[in-house]
Every structure is written in C-alpha cells, then in structure tokens.
C-alpha cells in the first residue's frame, strides 16, 4: 500500500485549496497589486488573498494568511514595497487562513483589530478543532493572536491621514469586518462571498446578514472589492448581489418546503433553478454553487436539531440497528460484500453506507476500513458536483480510515 508522506499529504491539501473555499474559482497567482494609491492587494498566499495600506504614519495589514510561514513571507512583501512600521493589522474574521500568520506581525507597537465576537469565536473553536479536522486534516498549531482592539457595529481608523472604516457584518461568520477606504473606493470583503454559507463543519452561516452586508455594500459603491479568496477581478458588487439573490431565493423555498412537511431529501429534490436565473448565467453560475449547501444550511436552521422526521428524534443505538442489518443480511461479511460490488460499480456512497454498519458492529474489521478508504478516495476523485469542502473531507476521511485499516491490522496480527 502506498502510504501518503505528510510532504505529499500537504502538497494535496494545498491543491485542494487551489480552487477558492469561496467561490470555487482557480487561485489567483501570488503578487502584489496596487489597487489605488498605496493600497494593496495581496493575492494568492495559498489560497488565501490579504491587503495592506502604507500611510505617512505606517502600514495597516488586512488579514494574515493561514500559517506563520505565511504570515512571515507576507510580511517580507509588504518589506519590498515600503519600509513604514506596520501599526495595525485587522482580521476579516476568525478562520485559521485568516488569522493564522498573525504572530509573524506580533512587535512593539503594532495592534491588532477586530469585531468584538472574533475573540469569543477563537475561543469557542479551540474546543471544535477536531470537528474542523473533519475538513482541513489537522488543526492549526499556529500560536493565537488575541486582538487587542475590538468594536461593534462600526468603527473609523485615521492613520496618516488615511481614513479606513471597518463595518461589522455577518455572512459566513457572525464577526466579519468590512474595510472600506472611502477616498479610494476600495473594500476589503474577507471571506462574505462563500458559496457554502459557512463552512459545512462549524456553527455558522448567516443568511439574513449576508443579505443585509450584500446592501451595505451596494450603497457604499466601491470601485475595487478584494475577496478573501479567488480572483480579484471576479468579485464585484454584481457578483454579491448575485449571490445575494440566490440566497434570498433559496431562504423563501426551504421555508416553504418545511413548512409543507418536506424532509431535507424532499426538499432537495424540490429546489431546481428558476427560469429567471437560467436566463441570467450569473445567477445560474451562483445557484449552481450556492444550491446544495444552502439549503443544507437553511433546511437544519429552520427545523432544528431533530430535524423534520419523528422517526429520527431519538434513534436506536447504532450497534443494535447494525446488528439487526447484519443479521438480516446474513453477516458482516455478506454487508462487506455487497459493498465492494455496489463500489465496483461505481455506486461508493451505498457502498460507504453499508461499511459504515459493518464498522459500528467490528471497529477492527481491517478490510471494511480498506473499503471505506478507497470509496472515500474514489468520491473525492470522481464524486459529481463536489465543492472544496466535500473533496477536501473526503480526502481526509480517506487518510483517516487508511490510519485505521492499519491500526486494525496491528491489533489482528498481534
Ligand atoms: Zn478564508
């Protein structure tokens, strides 16, 4: 069996990156742009996109990238272009790729900025690192950075005569800061334009905030948007108001759904693209990004935690419904079967289903873990309509079971 080394682990984590957590656009290449007069745009520091404005007084950074080596050969940029102390740094939000790379910026005299949830969110996700394992493959051990100042709704930084105004807003996450340079024209947007309303393994995601950040920045009317991700010339007022259609959209149909009684499969299935986006190719583009995880998002907002079917409220124990299963089907070595014949043909999700049962009952069961692995590599291979996020915990679940099949082995041959 070939085993991925942690360099090749991190080369194909990287690539998956390559395609933007937001939109799914290609990465941008890394460069410097001067978006108006000494203000910058950062692009394509992994998949991550930062800024940074130099004033007579020094320079403010926007975001820091998503590791101090990151943070580090950001910073070593930002050298070539000015020699000004930089004074501030703001976060966009709380995300590793955002935050990451702050310590690389940790000196005398510099502060660092951020909307009052960002600490509470650090804080909380401390806890939740091994759920975000679920996508990113391991946690940050990069060293938090606390900001050390914080507002509410909005707030204005004069520097060097420069006038930069943060604005809060929620859209992905509950502590997003808008920069707007209102003499230039310009907005620094951090990640509000993710397709996936959040990311599918945190608590977050916030549908009315996005619409009403989608406003906010309509009626600022900026020249020039940069996006936490992807390309720069992609995102613009059109591209959010969009999305922000689309969003709006798919709100008013999962709460009609639930509130017929749908089931989160129902209403999948019911929610296809409206004659008025198939005309508009952005709005069909955004809807075809935005459709799945939405209404994912929406469906378990609007139903709670138990979701909408009473069968569901409070299960059986999963080993006594995979011992029955197994019995019916006559064993786990009949379910293992099947399996591999649903996988050969191609069908890996019923195949992961029926793994999944002969896992509860045999946890060491080695050769089920080697199915689940290569099912999990063949979706994210050739799963249909992946995004980032899918292709990414696939991956992951991959390497974790290919750990486990070997961990099984030991404990068999011992
Ligand atoms: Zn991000």
């Not at 320079?59 to 070539?80: N, Q, S, Y």
């Not at 808008?178 to 003499?183: E, G, M, N, Y």
């Amino acid at each position: 069996m070939i085993r991925a080394t942690p360099g090749l682990f991190a080369a194909v984590l990287l690539s998956l990156f390559a395609a933007g957590p937001a939109t799914g656009q290609p990465m941008p290449k890394r460069q410097i742009v001067a978006v108006a007069d000494g203000v910058y745009a950062a692009t394509g520091y992994a998949s991550n996109n930062m800024g940074f404005i130099v004033t007579d007084e020094g320079v403010v950074v926007i975001d820091t990238g998503m590791k101090p080596e990151i943070g580090r050969e950001f910073l070593a940029d930002i050298r070539k272009e000015t020699g000004k102390p930089v004074r501030y740094v703001i976060f966009t939000h709380y995300h590793y790729d955002h935050v990451d790379g702050a310590v690389a910026f940790q000196a005398p005299g510099v502060q660092f900025i951020a909307h009052e949830n960002l600490p509470r969110n650090l804080k909380t996700l401390k806890g939740l690192e091994r759920v975000n394992q679920t996508v990113l493959g391991s946690a940050s051990e990069a060293p938090t950075v606390y900001p050390d100042i914080t507002y509410r709704d909005s707030t204005t930084l004069t520097v060097g005569g420069r006038e930069i105004r943060l604005y809060h807003a929620m859209g992905e996450t509950d502590d997003a800061t808008l920069v707007w340079l209102p003499k230039e024209r310009v907005i620094f947007i951090g990640d509000l334009n993710n397709a996936n309303l959040g990311s599918p393994v945190m608590p977050e995601g916030y549908p009315e905030g996005f619409i009403a950040a989608v406003d906010l920045i309509e009626g600022l009317a900026p020249k020039t948007l940069v996006p936490g991700h992807g390309r720069i010339e992609e995102t613009t007022v059109a591209s959010l108001k969009a999305m922000s259609t689309v969003t709006a959209w798919l709100m008013a149909q999962v709460r009609q759904s639930v509130g017929e009684g749908l089931d989160l499969e129902a209403t999948m299935a019911a929610i296809t693209m409206p004659a008025e986006f198939r005309k508009d190719p952005a709005l069909a583009a955004m809807f075809e990004a935005c459709r799945e995880p939405y209404v994912n998002r929406l469906f378990k907002n609007y139903t709670g935690y138990y979701g909408s079917n009473p069968v569901h409220f409070r299960p059986a124990p999963a080993k006594e419904r995979g011992a029955l299963l197994a019995e019916l089907a006559g064993g786990n070595a009949a379910l293992l079967a099947r399996a591999r014949q649903l996988a050969a043909e191609g069908r890996y999700q019923l195949a992961l289903e029926l793994l999944d049962i002969v896992t509860t009952n045999e946890p060491g069961n080695r050769e089920a873990h080697a199915a689940k692995e290569q099912a999990f590599s063949a979706l994210a291979r050739t799963g249909k309509d992946l995004n980032w996020y899918h292709r990414a915990a696939y991956f992951n679940a991959a390497r974790k079971e290919r750990q486990l099949a070997g961990d099984a082995g030991k404990t068999a041959s011992r």
